[in-house]
């Protein structure tokens, strides 16, 4: 797990399109705060999505939205309800036109050990983990490109900057399966 600065001298920031789009997306999703639903975005190429949509021309006008396989987040709305989050994924099958995908979702962290503690009824065990004294509030945005690359990126809510949002490609590799799977054809 690296963290994410941009001021930081051993981190050089990226411009692997992939990365770029997930930090961007994850950046944006941090702008509404936390208690979110979770949150689906269609990974479109950007050079497209202006070709189709010139209109969208002036409001993308970073270096990395200029760069070559730059991608845009297209936010996924009035998504049906459901009762997991693994359901909901397994019901997306993206078009060809979409080269990825991404999830924005908040889970709670323990220690280890301290889930064989909880209540087997699920309403008391909810209620033992937002008590839990060690719980952690953490928010995952996991990003996979139809090519079979993924970034994971982790911001707690106890240390809530920009610049302390941890990456990885393996921090949640159930999201990341489930990701692929909406891609594949």
Known sequence: MVPVSDSSPENVPTTEPLTVAALETE???????????????????????????????????????????????????????????ETLLGRIAWPDTVHGSAVAVERVVLPPGAERDLPEDEDEALTALSEHPQREDVRLLVAVHRDGRAVCLLRQRAHDRDDRVATGEDLAPGLVHALRATLEG
């Open 27 to 85: 950046r944006y999703v941090a702008t509404a705060g936390w208690d979110q639903n979770p949150r689906v975005f269609a990974l479109v190429d950007t050079a497209s999505l202006i070709a189709a949509e010139p209109g969208l021309a002036s409001s993308l006008d970073g270096a990395a939205d200029r760069a070559p396989d730059a991608l845009t987040a297209i936010e996924q709305e009035d998504l049906p309800r459901t009762s997991s989050l």
